[in-house]
């Protein structure tokens, strides 16, 4: 089976810009969960989406906004980027059953504000 | 609210030397689970391990094993003869809900030829 696919892996945007990132889970996979990772805060969820809807949220920005597509596919949007939105965004999709589920990450896309 | 602590920031060691990362982590939930999640320097997190709550026996995969003691709240992780590809960072995690994980800050490992 091939992997969870991000796209794009590298991204440069400015201040005040907006981003969307997309994910690609496992085949048969229905949840979608999202990460950042900096140095300084670690690894961070911001929000999980299972059969298109959030049913996860973490402790970030309304900036942070995520949606999911009827074949699983997931898209995550920050609005009027900052300079601490740089940062290493990873998705991870599981089955999405209820606590027995292990997460497989994608490479991450990698986002630099300037 | 849950937490995961590696108090181990970097770990350097030589070759065929064993090395343990440690992993203490606390939630008020009976029913959770603890992963290992291994990242090289190309960023993507690979799945190592995973264990319930409700299964303390340890377990061992080639050189790899895990030691999980409920009443120290402890999932340790054992490397045999350290390899230099094991080199990377590793971190320990606790769900509680299907797609949200806690991870620690992650623990350095350099292993030395």
């Known amino acids: 089976k091939a992997g969870v696919t991000q796209t794009p892996r590298y991204l440069i945007k400015t201040r005040g810009q907006q981003v969307t990132l997309s994910c690609s889970p496992i085949s048969g996979h229905r949840s979608v969960s999202w990460y950042q990772q900096t140095p300084g805060q670690g690894l961070q969820f911001l929000f999980e989406?299972?059969?298109?809807?959030?049913?996860n949220k973490g402790n970030f920005p309304g900036r942070f906004s995520g949606r999911q597509f009827s074949n699983s596919r997931s898209e995550m949007n920050v609005s009027t980027l900052e300079l601490g939105d740089s940062a290493l965004y990873l998705c991870a999709s599981s089955l999405g059953r209820q606590g027995t589920d292990t997460q497989y990450f994608g490479p991450g896309t990698r986002l630099t504000v300037l | 609210a849950q937490k995961v602590t590696q108090a181990q920031t970097e770990i350097s060691v030589v070759e065929k030397e064993d090395v343990t990362l440690d992993c203490v982590y606390e939630t008020r939930d009976t029913t959770y689970y603890l992963f290992w999640y291994k990242q090289p320097p190309s960023g993507e997190l690979v799945f190592l391990i995973r264990r319930n709550s409700f299964d303390e026996q340890n377990e061992i995969s080639g050189r790899y094993s895990w030691n999980f003691q409920k009443s120290t709240s402890s999932f340790n992780f054992t490397i045999t003869a350290s390899q230099v590809v094991d080199s990377a960072v590793y971190f320990c995690a606790l769900t509680l809900n299907a797609g949200k994980s806690t991870f620690g800050d992650g623990t350095t490992l350099t292993v030395k030829p």
């Open positions: 989406y299972f059969s298109e809807t959030q049913r």
